[in-house]
């Protein structure tokens, strides 16, 4: 690591020379011939690493956060019930987004190392209210994991749109979008995708579609409306030239390579990998006499790990000494 800092954060992570190449070919047009074939490939890749061969991909310059905004902006309406389902603070962020478009949230959430139980959830569902429900994959501020396949399951049972905040799961843990049904599958560039900061990215379901369609009331953000976004994702896959916003030419250029890379490898063998990994991680993390924050390792992130610092050691002064080591850590984002 010569001069260099190894980043060990859940993002941006460390990014493959060919990524990092391609994000530094000078700059085109954003109508150009070659730009329009990288966007309309990076769109139908994204369709295999969600495994969502039926849904409607956005790419959009921003961060994981305007995906989640864009979520909720796109299909939420005043007066709409949303059951949030939290493991963490990402989950928190996700109720305040949705009540800044007039949901009345219902928050749902375990105590701290748990999830939140099957039982609780569909509880919560029998009563019929509901129009969207939102849980998070895997909460980075507690390196939890969900299982989507039963939420999304539940979610198709009561007739509720399904909306996973993927941010930290999206090309590391197992997806199956379509599948399992889930509605919107959102997430940013620099985490598992593998590219510098700045692409929302984003999955909807043909139905989260229609009800978007179906809305009663205009979007009440304009950069995140779908209606300016739907046709330049339409045009570029017909491959003609359109214009909303500027697109972030370069980091586009470099997602059609990373996305390469990752179907390149394989959804399934590259699932794999992770789980593998984090496994051994763990079992260093144990033989070290240190705990893990989640109760048990079923319900444990492979795309990151959260450790509790050892007992006496104080965290600020253990990342500083690992930064003068070479290594960046991240620290805690949940004050628990
Ligand atoms: C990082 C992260 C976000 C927020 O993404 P930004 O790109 O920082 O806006 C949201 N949810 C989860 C689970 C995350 O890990």
């Not at 478009?101 to 509901?130: D, F, R, W």
Request: glycine share 8%; net charge neutral; charged share 20%.
């Amino acid at each position: 690591m010569k001069g260099r800092k190894l980043l060990m954060i859940p993002g941006p992570i460390e990014f493959e020379p060919e990524v990092l190449h391609a994000m530094s070919i000078p700059t085109t047009s954003h109508v150009a011939a070659d730009f329009i074939t990288v966007f309309a490939n990076s769109l139908e890749l994204m369709r295999t690493v969600w495994k969502s061969p039926k849904g409607q991909p956005f790419i959009v310059s921003g961060t994981g956060t305007l995906a989640m905004d864009m979520a909720a902006a796109n299909l939420i309406e005043k007066g709409d019930d949303v059951l949030v389902i939290s493991t963490g603070y990402f989950g928190k962020r996700f109720k305040d987004i949705l009540e800044r478009y007039g949901a009345n949230t219902t928050l749902l959430e375990a105590p701290l190392g748990e999830v939140v139980s099957l039982e609780v959830i569909e509880k919560e569902l029998k009563t019929g209210s509901y129009k969207v429900l939102t849980f998070t994959h895997v909460d980075t501020s507690t390196g939890l994991l969900v299982d989507p396949k039963p939420i999304a399951h539940l979610a198709k049972k009561y007739n509720v749109l399904s909306i996973l905040d993927g941010v930290c799961s999206v090309a590391g843990e197992e997806i199956n979008q379509d599948e399992w049904e889930l509605d919107v599958v959102l997430t940013a560039s620099q985490k598992a995708i593998g590219v510098p900061p700045g692409l929302a990215l984003l999955m909807a379901s043909q139905k989260a579609m229609r009800v978007w369609e179906n809305r009663k009331t205009p979007v009440s953000n304009y950069y995140a409306d779908w209606t300016n976004w739907l046709p330049i994702m339409s045009a570029y896959e017909a491959g003609r030239p359109s214009y909303f916003g500027t697109p972030a030419v370069n980091l586009i250029v470099a997602l059609e390579t990373s996305l390469k890379i990752i179907v390149q490898e394989g959804m399934d063998t590259r699932v794999k990998r992770h789980q593998n990994l984090a496994k051994a991680f763990r079992a260093g993390i144990a033989a070290l006499n240190l705990e893990i924050l989640p109760k048990t390792n079923t319900i444990a992130a492979h795309t990151l790990s959260a450790v509790y610092y050892p007992k006496g050691i104080d965290g600020a002064a253990l990342s500083a000494k690992m930064v003068a080591d070479n290594v960046i850590i991240a620290g805690g984002l949940l004050p628990k």
